[in-house]
């Protein structure tokens, strides 16, 4: 069964920055298109931002562009979000999600993934 593992959340003042960690110990995330969605209360879960396997390809949705970056350090098998000039839309649950695949592209639907966390809260205070 494929662990994945999300630390870093926490409650910060809107115009605050913070910073997550996705690590799956023994999968190889280099094979991994990845992820991260988040849930706002009472909401669906939406895409935030994908990275491919190489990082050659990024997305962003258009609520975080500018703000929010997905760096992979593949040595370390470790996913980030880091996340900058919060705002009060940006509270909610953070998920890290991972799917096998080796082109050079990434999802933006949740469908896509296979695997994951279990979620990180993040709370945005005026």
């Known amino acids: 069964q494929v662990q994945i593992v999300e630390s870093g959340g926490g409650l910060v003042e809107a115009g605050g920055s913070l910073r997550f960690s996705c690590k799956a110990p023994g999968l190889p995330l280099d094979n991994y298109v990845m992820a991260w969605f988040r849930q706002p209360p009472g909401k669906g879960r939406e895409g935030v931002p994908c990275?491919?396997?190489?990082?050659?390809?990024?997305w962003y949705a258009d609520s975080v562009e500018g703000r929010f970056t997905i760096p992979r350090d593949n040595a370390q098998n470790t996913l980030y979000l880091q996340m900058n000039s919060l705002e009060l839309a940006d509270t909610a649950m953070y998920y890290c999600a991972a799917t096998p695949d080796l082109g050079d592209f990434c999802y933006r639907s949740q469908y896509e993934y296979d695997h994951w966390g279990q979620g990180t809260q993040v709370t945005v205070s005026p």
């Open positions: 990275v491919s396997r190489g990082s050659a390809s990024t």
